[in-house]
Every structure is written in C-alpha cells, then in structure tokens.
C-alpha cells in the first residue's frame, strides 16, 4: 500500500510564504512525476508544478517566478515552496505521484489535500 502524506497547509496574510511538503511511504519501487495541483470551491483540479525523477520542472503560468518545486529522491518528497502569496492562490493543494511499487506499470496516487488560504 503507498500512502501520499501532505502538511505545511494554513492561513497566511497577502505576500507571505508557505512551504508544503509531501512524503511517499509504503511499497516503493521506484516514483516518477510528482507534482501539486489545487482546487478551489466551486472549480475544477488544476497543475500547479510538478517535477520529474530527473528535476524537470512544469509550472502553470499563475505561479510561475512565485512558486518552486523541489524534491528529495532519497526521502520520496516532494516540496512546493509559495512566495508571493495572493488572496487568488486559496486552494485545497494535493499532492500527485506516479508510482511502482514493483517492476511493471506506475500507478497514480492522490494525497489527503492541505487547505491553503491566503487573506488580503
């Protein structure tokens, strides 16, 4: 079983920071993409970044210059840092990984979500 883990989620005021982090646990043979995708009420899941076993970096256009992906192979973690925080960023942020737990075929696995809200 392969369990996404996020934190780091809470309330920040416009223009302030916050880092989320996600961790990979159970049986892992190997992850590929991870990545972070948000929802606000009322509207679809969309990309946020994400980043590929090798640190190549996606970000959607929002965010781009305000947000960094990173992640630690060695931990199965992935990290997104938020700077520049605006009031349009407030989400529930989950965490997204393709992974194998043996040799074969990478499944897709959601972490639990992390409310972000960011107050103007």
């Known amino acids: 079983q392969v369990q996404l883990v996020e934190s780091g989620g809470g309330l920040v005021q416009a223009g302030g920071s916050l880092r989320l982090s996600c961790a990979a646990s159970g049986s892992i043979f190997n992850i590929n993409d991870m990545g972070w995708y948000r929802q606000a009420p009322g509207k679809q899941r969309d990309l946020v970044a994400s980043?590929?076993?090798?640190?190549?970096?996606t970000y959607a256009d929002s965010v781009k210059g305000r947000f960094t992906i990173s992640r630690d192979n060695a931990k199965n973690t992935v990290i997104l840092q938020m700077n520049g925080l605006k009031p349009v960023d407030t989400a529930v942020y989950y965490c997204?990984?393709?992974?194998?737990?043996?040799?074969?075929?990478?499944?897709?696995?959601w972490g639990q979500g992390t409310q972000v809200t960011v107050a103007s």
């Open positions: 997204n990984a393709w992974i194998m737990s043996g040799a074969g075929v990478a499944r897709n696995y």
């Open positions: 980043i590929t076993s090798g640190g190549r970096t």
